[in-house]
């Protein structure tokens, strides 16, 4: 059973920064597509970031030149450093692994709140 576990959230005033990991319990992470998702409230849960097995990015035009996604497959951890933080990237943020298209994977964190205040 894969379990992936994020961590690093918390509260954050705006312009400052935060790195969310995200550790995999399974040799699979390796040859998985990984992604980053958030939800705020009374919001549908929407894409950040995607990475791919050998490093391919692609971000949402919200996020594009603040956050960088990355991972490290000998750890097992995927990584999302924020930077520049808005108040409206407040959200619970999930990871998510084994990309199946859409927005569809095999694995989903349990999320991590960041809160971003003015």
């Known amino acids: 059973q894969v379990q992936l576990v994020e961590s690093g959230g918390g509260s954050v005033q705006a312009g400052g920064s935060l790195r969310l990991s995200c550790a995999a319990s399974s040799y699979i992470f390796s040859s998985c597509l990984m992604g980053w998702y958030r939800q705020a409230p009374g919001k549908e849960r929407e894409l950040v970031s995607r990475?791919?097995?050998?490093?391919?990015?692609n971000y949402a035009d919200s996020v594009k030149g603040r956050f960088t996604i990355s991972r490290d497959n000998a750890k097992n951890t995927l990584y999302l450093q924020m930077t520049s933080l808005k108040t409206e990237d407040t959200a619970v943020y999930y990871c998510?692994?084994?990309?199946?298209?859409?927005?569809?994977?095999?694995?989903w964190g349990q999320g991590t709140q960041v809160t971003v205040s003015s």
């Open positions: 998510a692994a084994c990309y199946r298209g859409g927005d569809y994977y095999d694995h």
């Open positions: 990475i791919g097995i050998y490093g391919l990015t």
